[in-house]
């Protein structure tokens, strides 16, 4: 395995672990609060795993948004 995908393989395993322990938690009926906190950490998880491997294979997210931006209101680069 490249070095590279070394970070996204560990983000998946944290998300993974984030969605388990939020299914356990709705499952033993935990309070309001802690299931707050619960899927708040599973759906930043999820972002992270997104995130990673958008940077793992090299999409320029925000150049890319800038030109489709720039497309948009008719600015010049």
Do not use: H, N
Not at 6 to 15: Q, Y
Not at 49 to 71: D, K
């Amino acid at each position: 395995m490249k070095l590279k995908w070394i970070l996204p393989a560990v983000a998946v395993v944290c998300a993974a672990a984030a969605w388990a322990g939020m299914f356990v938690g709705l499952y033993l009926g935990v309070d309001l609060k802690t299931r707050t906190v619960l899927v708040t950490l599973a759906a930043l998880s999820g972002e992270a795993v997104l995130w990673t491997f958008a940077a793992a294979l090299g999409l320029t997210v925000f150049e890319a948004r800038r030109r489709i931006w720039a497309r948009l209101t008719g600015r010049a680069q």
